[in-house]
């Protein structure tokens, strides 16, 4: 009922008589209501019309019959607004019970109870109904006044009570619109800051990188130098020691030609007591560990500065992709010992336009997370390269404890992190997100708990920027 008009009553009573007595009261034949016009006429000396108020007065002779009726009228979108329920009905449920049943199905109707006597008391009855706003009582025999009166206020009762429900639920929606107005202004504050926070710790990454990478310079610069010389003098004196074998051999050869004599006996005797065969096999591998330990060295100091490049005024720079990979691996190689063993799948790769330093650092937090998921026993670490059309990517897969489900949405969100307190700031992979992104790239995790976790990263091979 969109006015919320509600004239429909039902009565519930075993008494044929009492329908009868109702239907006149309430829902009077049109001859009687023009009789009693005539009549008021009569009596004030002019023609009175009033406008009596109308009701729909249906009818149901048990608490079951007056059930079925009620159901069928809310299936109806048709309710009753009050129901007139006799408390004694023979053969049946009585009138408690009745009320019972009908507040089950409807709990806004309204009930009056017709009763001469009861087998409750007033009191009982309320406390049993637990309804003390729905329910009143009408006592027979009733007057007619008295029930036209009772029926038009409760109807009146059931209408406001329904406006006031409609208020309510107005005002919950627009408190509920409120509501999420004020939650999406929350949410989007909370992205502002968290968005906020996460460039403010990029640039303290990139303020690092670049100290790392004029330190990585300057070490360099003086670590080269004496690089240099050691690598230098490692060759003279292998070639010295060669010089020195050849020498050698010609003394051990005129040794034997000149045969058992005073000369010959104390060389040899030297020879044995400094071991002079193990001298011959040993120096050779010696200054050949030596020469890979400077090697080692100088490549050490060329992948950190390969990994901190800094990235001159952020201007996108051309960048071997599977340099910088094998670069980061070298880097935290301590990391990675003990872990995993690493598997390397490259396919050839263009240069891509980037900032190298920024992209290395992407790599070092997948590889470092995949090292850190790998449990007690050793594990593998594959990293991968494939060149697809203006993409390149790179994918960084584990065999570790795998992400749960419900924690793969959120891997990328600032100060997510799963590991123990003290143990992540949570920011390693919100970080690359927010440099992938920079790239015009994508990042995408797939997981399976108890198996691995493989990253992908996708790349534009140029960058939209003239270089």
Same mark, same amino acid.
């Given at each position: 009922?969109?006015?919320?008009?509600?004239?429909?009553?039902?009565?519930?009573?075993?008494?044929?008589?009492? $329908?009868?007595?109702?239907?006149?009261?309430?829902?009077?034949?049109?001859?009687?209501?023009?009789?009693?016009?005539?009549?008021?006429?009569?009596?004030?000396?002019?023609?009175?019309?009033?406008?009596?108020?109308?009701?729909?007065?249906?009818?149901?002779?048990?608490?079951?019959?007056?059930?079925?009726?009620?159901?069928?009228?809310?299936?109806?979108?048709?309710?009753?607004?009050?129901?007139?329920?006799?408390?004694?009905?023979?053969?049946?449920?009585?009138?408690?019970?009745?009320?019972? $049943?009908?507040?089950?199905?409807?709990?806004?109707?309204?009930?009056?109870?017709?009763?001469?006597?009861?087998?409750?008391?007033?009191?009982?009855?309320?406390?049993?109904?637990?309804?003390?706003?729905?329910?009143?009582?009408?006592?027979?025999?009733?007057?007619?006044?008295?029930?036209?009166?009772?029926?038009?206020?409760?109807?009146?009762?059931?209408?406001?009570?329904?406006?006031?429900?409609?208020?309510?639920?107005?005002?919950?929606?627009?408190?509920?619109?409120?509501?999420?107005?004020?939650?999406?202004?929350?949410?989007?504050?909370?992205?502002?800051?968290?968005?906020?926070?996460?460039?403010?710790?990029?640039?303290?990454?990139?303020?690092?990188?670049?100290?790392?990478?004029?330190?990585?310079?300057?070490?360099?610069?003086?670590?080269?130098?004496?690089?240099?010389?050691?690598?230098?003098?490692?060759?003279?004196?292998?070639?010295?020691?060669?010089?020195?074998?050849?020498?050698?051999?010609?003394?051990?050869?005129?040794?034997?030609?000149?045969?058992?004599?005073?000369?010959?006996?104390?060389?040899?005797?030297?020879?044995?007591?400094?071991?002079?065969?193990?001298?011959?096999?040993?120096?050779?591998?010696?200054?050949?560990?030596?020469?890979?330990?400077?090697?080692?060295?100088?490549?050490?100091?060329?992948?950190?500065?390969?990994?901190?490049?800094?990235?001159?005024?952020?201007?996108?720079?051309?960048?071997?992709?599977?340099?910088?990979?094998?670069?980061?691996?070298?880097?935290?190689?301590?990391?990675?010992?003990?872990?995993?063993?690493?598997?390397?799948?490259?396919?050839?790769?263009?240069?891509?336009?980037?900032?190298?330093?920024?992209?290395?650092?992407?790599?070092?937090?997948?590889?470092?997370?995949?090292?850190?998921?790998?449990?007690?026993?050793?594990?593998?670490?594959?990293?991968?390269?494939? $060149?697809?059309?203006?993409?390149?990517?790179?994918?960084?897969?584990?065999?570790?404890?795998?992400?749960?489900?419900?924690?793969?949405?959120?891997?990328?969100?600032?100060?997510?992190?799963?590991?123990?307190?003290?143990?992540?700031?949570?920011?390693?992979?919100?970080?690359?997100?927010?440099?992938?992104?920079? $790239?015009?790239?994508?990042?995408?995790?797939?997981?399976?708990?108890?198996?691995?976790?493989?990253?992908?990263?996708?790349?534009?091979?140029?960058?939209?920027?003239?270089?």
């Amino acid at each position: 009922m969109s006015d919320l008009t509600n004239r429909r009553i039902l009565l519930i009573d075993d008494m044929p008589t009492i $329908h009868e007595d109702f239907r006149k009261i309430l829902s009077p034949s049109r001859s009687q209501t023009t009789e009693l016009d005539e009549m008021e006429g009569l009596l004030f000396g002019e023609q009175v019309k009033h406008e009596r108020p109308v009701f729909e007065l249906d009818s149901a002779y048990g608490g079951e019959e007056g059930l079925s009726l009620l159901k069928q009228a809310l299936q109806n979108r048709k309710p009753y607004a009050l129901a007139f329920v006799d408390m004694r009905m023979p053969g049946g449920w009585d009138g408690a019970q009745t009320i019972e $049943h009908l507040w089950e199905e409807d709990p806004l109707l309204q009930v009056v109870v017709c009763t001469a006597y009861s087998d409750y008391s007033w009191d009982e009855l309320l406390d049993r109904l637990q309804a003390h706003d729905r329910l009143l009582i009408l006592k027979k025999p009733f007057d007619n006044i008295e029930v036209q009166q009772m029926a038009s206020a409760l109807l009146t009762k059931w209408e406001m009570t329904q406006r006031a429900l409609l208020k309510m639920h107005q005002l919950e929606q627009r408190v509920e619109q409120r509501t999420q107005q004020l939650t999406q202004a929350g949410e989007a504050l909370q992205r502002e800051i968290d968005e906020r926070k996460q460039l403010e710790s990029q640039l303290v990454q990139s303020e690092k990188l670049a100290s790392l990478g004029q330190m990585a310079a300057g070490v360099a610069h003086e670590i080269n130098n004496p690089i240099g010389f050691v690598s230098s003098n490692l060759g003279t004196l292998e070639r010295y020691f060669q010089q020195l074998v050849a020498t050698l051999d010609a003394y051990r050869q005129a040794a034997l030609m000149l045969g058992p004599s005073e000369i010959a006996a104390p060389l040899q005797r030297l020879g044995e007591q400094t071991d002079l065969e193990f001298l011959m096999e040993d120096i050779p591998i010696l200054i050949k560990e030596s020469k890979d330990g400077i090697g080692r060295v100088a490549q050490i100091v060329k992948d950190l500065k390969d990994f901190s490049r800094v990235d001159n005024n952020q201007q996108w720079q051309l960048a071997n992709l599977e340099q910088g990979i094998d670069s980061t691996l070298n880097i935290v190689a301590s990391e990675l010992k003990y872990k995993a063993d690493v598997v390397k799948r490259y396919q050839p790769l263009p240069e891509i336009e980037c900032l190298p330093s920024q992209i290395n650092q992407v790599i070092m937090n997948l590889v470092v997370n995949a090292a850190q998921a790998i449990g007690p026993e050793r594990g593998t670490i594959t990293l991968g390269t494939a $060149h697809q059309g203006a993409w390149v990517c790179i994918e960084v897969t584990d065999t570790g404890a795998g992400i749960a489900p419900e924690n793969v949405k959120k891997i990328f969100d600032p100060f997510f992190t799963t590991k123990p307190v003290g143990q992540g700031t949570g920011l390693g992979l919100s970080l690359s997100y927010g440099i992938v992104k920079k $790239h015009g790239g994508e990042i995408t995790v797939s997981s399976q708990v108890g198996v691995g976790t493989t990253f992908r990263v996708q790349l534009p091979v140029r960058q939209n920027a003239e270089l």
